[in-house]
């Protein structure tokens, strides 16, 4: 009859990857652990009786290790990402008791701390960590004159339709419509219109929609040409009467026509004219009209940026893709300024791409999951030199991430205009001066977060079972360490165990979990995505006064001295 601390040791020794949520049978006689002792690692082993023939250490590790499923994210559709944020405590629905709002979200315990993790990485990145970034914090409500010149009030707009039948509005470069013609006669019989998405997506309910206008021209079974979509802003008026709306199934939509996204509110105790003001739609402009506060008190040279994270509001036509297009959100955003010049912006502009890409990169974004779409001609702002965007490939279809634009002087200039201040540089060498020419990587919070949790949504399979879990990058982990003491009945082990929990609380955000069987309490911190879990067992407090360290992906686990587990998670963590 083994002893209970055998028992508890055997069961550590054989949730290598606490796949069940009961205690598993003892592994074969011979289990391998690591152990990592001032720096140094070194292979134990620890043998327990058995009647099996023993195992080599090569093949355990083999039959333990965690079989990834490459193709899950593939089949993953957007709803199953909406249902995760819910029932993990990542992101809700605003106001849901009042059956929601609209384009409002609101973060849970979980999505609250990967938000503050996301927001500090890229300050620590572009601002901590470069001597010619600076910070500023700017108010959400400007002096409304700042949107009249930078063109806000007058083209900050989405094109709108509407359906007069049932009186919905629909974004019209969201909305796609297609002629159905006969492949046989080449004879167009109708018109589909679809809501923008991926492709498959797009061409089943096309499908579905021209199957039913076959049936009712009595063209059932005829086979028809491929698909040839364009968003509505692209049609004549002469076809718009032939495409029908989403919401009646007629041709009820009205020609586009400009629809402004500001929010506006008042001001003081007033309610009239002089009152009105708005919510920013972008921060970007509180940096311009900061830039010679902070010209003048942070003895920046050129090149030298400015950075912001905050709110913005827009009020979308039809938010949609959860928190992709919401009409409340958050930018993190560089305004960085450099010399005028044909032959002056366009290395700066390719260094700032790969520096954004190397920062999405390091958070855990999936490098195959990423593209780069260059903006030309008519798809370029007015005033912009040029404009990349680093794509993602959402569940719905490869979206914009990130943009990296060319600004040109468009900015200080409509300012300097529109303020009568003098927004330019003094160069001391050269002794001129002149108006800086901007690079802007801007960057959505709630895009990256969305991004990031569809890059770590993962399965795999161990030992013939499942299991699924988000595989977050250490650093933006919504909780960093789960501390299990092996029981919770035992006063000496549980004090050991909380005393390291406190020391680390310190440092990260962690949780404790006494409760269940290891491999249940295993399931739970991989289901959130926690990527160590520090068991302490007898042999902590009677023995070895190590602790076990279990990773997240790879569920291997090694023996750390308590006072080395700090040391070891900060490099694991934050990597130094």
Known sequence: MPSYRSVALTMILSLHGAIGFGLRAAPLATTARRTISRGVTTATTTTLHSTTEEATTEEKKKSNAPIKNEAAYDKVKMEDIVSLCKRRGIIFPSSEIYNGFAGFFDYGPLGSELKRNVKDAFWTNFVQCREDVVGIDSSIIHNPTTWQSSGHLDGFSDPMVDCK?????????????????????????????????????????????????????????????????????????????QVPSPGSGKATLTMPRDFNLMFQTNVGAMQDGSSVAYLRPETAQGIFINYKNVLGTSR???????????????????????????????????????????????PYHEKWIADSKAFLESVGLNEELMGYDVHAGDGLAHYARACTDITFRFPFGEQELMGIAARGDFDLKSHTEGSGKVLDYYDEETKEKFVPHVIEPSLGVDRLILALICSAY???????????????????????????PLVKNKE??????????????????????????????????????????????????EDDGAVTVRDRDSTEQVRIPMDDVIPYLSKMIDGY
């Not at 990260?508 to 879990?533: H, K, L, M």
Request: aromatic residues 10%.
């Open 165 to 241: 039948e049932t009186k919905l509005r629909y974004r019209a470069d969201q909305l796609f419509c297609s002629p159905v013609v006969l492949e046989e006669c080449d004879t167009t019989v109708g018109f589909v219109c679809v809501m923008e998405g991926n492709d498959n997506d797009m061409k089943k309910a096309a499908k579905t929609q021209a199957k039913k206008l076959l049936r009712e021209n009595d063209k059932k079974g005829e086979k028809i040409k491929a698909f040839d979509f364009l968003d509505l802003t692209q049609v004549s008026e002469e076809t718009m009467a």
């Open 300 to 346: 920046q040279k050129l090149p030298f940026g400015i950075a912001q994270i905050g709110k913005a509001f827009r009020n979308e036509i039809t938010p949609r893709n959860f928190i992709f297009r919401s009409r409340e959100f958050e930018q993190m955003e560089i305004e960085y300024f450099i010399p005028p010049g044909d032959d002056v912006w366009q």
């Open 458 to 484: 993962a399965e795999d399979e161990i030992n013939g079972e499942k299991r699924n879990y988000l595989s977050f990058h250490p650093s933006i982990a919504p909780v960093k360490v789960s501390v299990l």
């Open 492 to 541: 000496p082990l549980v004090k050991a165990a909380r005393g390291l929990f406190e020391k680390l609380q310190r440092r990260w955000n962690v949780q404790w979990d006494q409760t269940g069987a290891i491999g249940r309490r295993y399931r739970r911190a991989d289901e959130i995505g926690v990527p160590f879990c520090v068991t302490v067992d007898f042999e902590t407090i």
